[in-house]
């Protein structure tokens, strides 16, 4: 999508560009208009840098989400791209034989490990200290030699820990260090199958790299897993044997060696069958290739929500960059008129419009993409909270891609915005222009209003059959009102503009309300994009029945605004109800700004009536669950 907006408004830019260079005449008038209206000129850029600023932040956010859980792969995996897990040592020797024969190419190293959960404890420091103790811990038992050597292109964790623990000694990473109060020196005590072996801790491991695997994890002697599970088993034959890893590094750099996952998964499949082992005995895992994919469905679920939310305000902007627009036309609109007098043409006059339009969009796009990088930063910054709870370290990204996305966006937007309303007010009638009267209705514009009309009845069915046989929600939602907004125009020269515009605007609402009832399957577990449409649909209808009865409002304003005490009332709505169209864009405008507000009220009221009840069906009528590890079991009377 990002090269086409790209190539879009490069060609609406080299337009003006050729404009600025080869016409002089329109080159003058636009620097004049830009120059001897400082006001409009801010008004302008003020209205159409909201919608790139929306679109930066939105994306920005995105970016940072999908940084912050790619960056797992460097803190909690770093060089391991695949991994083979098995309960069975001698499946794990088997399969280590078949591995470690003939690597291809795609392979840079493998290296191997065992690992069980356990529980870890300290004793606190002073008389009255209290035991410290973390019951989610990861031991794993690998040579360190072997490991910093398996991560040449990558961290391992392991480059300032010195050698692998010897027998009574432990080397323990930073986030379980930091929650126990340990430093190099100290003694903890591992809890598992069992026993608690006490162990001097001879290193502070990063988390990072194999170091950095499961977050909280202890690294001990080769060997002290198996020892302690033998001591076990024959008491407890229920106790889980330790697990037998076998990590797998691709070429490459930490992110982008997951690229010959796919083919060092099926080399690696290929040679454990060839070995006579069966694949129920043993689990490949493509592990990072599945958390970088984890990462970008979570940046693009981030940035869907953000934008959704955040398309209400762009629509609102796109609004509000039409009506200034108009309002200057119209204003200008004898300036034009004399333009076209003295010879300039129709396309002249879009083409003068558009230049000067091109100025505006350009500086507003400079500084929404601007002001949406600082916006993202906000968020980003009132979102770390939320990553913390999982020890995730929110990393504040902003790719070159979004830039330039939301760059084009926002000129395609805006540059749209100024070539459709130039392009209608470049009809105008020059006589009716000079003397600013209204503009007379043609046989040719209304042949092109009945066209216009039926184009839209026909696009409504269309995206009702789609909808309704594709079970596709965005075409169901739209369908109807895109149909009611065609036959009122339709219709309007035979019921009236008035009643028309009403029917419509009622059925859309109707059909707003009551599409999820109509259609159960079309608009089943919609996505909140969704909620977008219907929000526009039912405003879009709601301003048009306000605008079409515009008479309830002047009788109203008949009857309680006679008098000296009404003479505000009667000029504060004297010239919204003499400009209909340019209200509806106004009140459209605000009318999505409430809604927004609602909506997201709405939302917070629904979670948090829904907190007590998820509570209660969560703990399942219990207050305090304990558990016991299989590692370590602990019998039920203790």
Not at 144 to 157: C, L, T, V, Y
Request: net charge negative.
């Amino acid at each position: 999508m990002t090269p086409v907006l790209v190539s879009i408004a490069a060609v609406m830019i080299a337009v003006a560009a050729h404009d600025l260079v080869r016409r002089p005449v329109l080159r003058r008038q636009a620097i004049r208009n830009l120059v001897r209206r400082p006001g409009e000129t801010g008004l302008m850029i003020g209205g159409a840098l909201l919608g790139t600023a929306i679109i930066t932040a939105s994306l920005v956010v995105g970016d940072t989400v999908a940084s912050t859980v790619r960056d797992v792969a460097r803190t909690n995996l770093g060089p391991i791209d695949e991994a083979l897990t098995t309960d069975d040592l001698q499946v794990a020797d088997a399969a280590w034989n078949a591995l470690s024969a003939s690597p291809p190419a795609e392979v840079d190293g493998l290296v191997r490990a065992t690992g069980a959960r356990v529980a870890v404890s300290r004793d606190g420091d002073g008389a009255d200290a209290k035991r410290l103790a973390d019951t989610s811990v990861w031991a794993f038992e690998l040579d360190f030699d072997e490991a910093r050597a398996f991560a040449a292109d990558a961290p391992s964790g392991f480059e300032q820990a010195g050698t692998t623990p010897g027998p009574g000694e432990v080397a323990v990473s930073e986030p379980l260090a930091a929650t126990l109060g340990a430093k190099v020196g100290d003694t903890v005590a591992v809890h598992a199958y069992g026993r608690s072996t006490e162990l001097q801790v001879v290193a502070i491991t990063p988390r990072v790299g194999l170091g950095g695997r499961a977050t909280d994890n202890v690294h001990l002697a080769p060997g002290t897993l198996d020892d302690l599970f033998d001591a076990v088993h024959a008491s407890n034959p229920e106790a889980t044997p330790p697990g037998r890893y076998i990590y797998i590094s691709n070429q490459g750099g930490v992110f982008d060696s997951a690229a010959s996952t796919d083919a060092v998964i099926e080399w690696a499949s290929g040679a454990l069958a060839s070995a006579g082992i069966d694949s129920d005995q043993y689990d490949l895992g493509r592990w990072k290739a599945n958390l970088l994919e984890e990462a970008d469905a979570e940046g693009t679920e981030f940035t869907t929500i953000f934008s959704s939310i955040g398309a209400f305000a762009v629509i609102s902007g796109i609004l509000l960059l039409v009506n200034i627009v108009a309002m200057l036309a119209e204003e200008r609109r004898n300036q034009l008129g004399i333009l076209r007098a003295l010879g300039l043409r129709r396309g002249q006059v879009v083409r003068l419009m558009a230049l000067e339009g091109t100025a505006y969009a350009v500086a507003s796009t400079a500084i929404g993409v601007a002001v949406g990088v600082g916006v993202g930063w906000v968020v980003a910054g009132l979102t770390a909270q939320v990553f913390e709870r999982d020890r995730l370290n929110l990393v504040f990204t902003v790719e070159r891609s979004s830039l330039v996305t939301a760059a084009a966006t926002g000129l395609v937007l805006t540059l749209a915005a100024v070539w459709l309303a130039s392009t209608r007010l470049a009809r105008l009638n020059v006589i009716a222009a000079i003397r600013d009267l209204d503009q007379p209705r043609s046989a040719r514009r209304r042949r092109a209003a009945l066209a216009g009309a039926m184009g839209l009845l026909l696009a409504g069915l269309l995206a009702l059959l789609v909808g309704a046989g594709s079970n596709s929600p965005v075409p169901a939602l739209v369908s109807v009102p895109l149909a009611c907004a065609g036959l009122g125009v339709a219709l309007s020269g035979l019921i009236g503009q008035r009643a028309a515009a009403t029917l419509a605007g009622l059925a859309s609402i109707a059909w707003g309300v009551g599409v999820f009832s109509a259609l159960p399957d079309a608009m089943d577990n919609p996505e909140i994009s969704v909620f977008v449409f219907q929000g526009v649909v039912m405003v879009s209808g709601a301003v048009a029945v306000a605008t079409a009865n515009q008479s309830l409002w002047e009788a109203a304003l008949r009857r309680f605004g006679s008098g000296r005490r009404g003479v505000a009332l009667r000029l504060g709505l004297a010239y919204p109800l003499a400009r209909p169209i340019r209200s509806a864009l106004l009140l459209a405008m605000f009318s999505l700004v409430i809604f927004t507000i609602t909506f997201m009220a709405v939302l917070v009221a629904v979670f948090d009536s829904g907190a007590d009840s998820i509570a209660d069906q969560t703990a399942a009528g219990f207050d305090v669950v304990v558990e016991t590890s299989r590692n370590s079991p602990t019998p039920i009377e203790e």
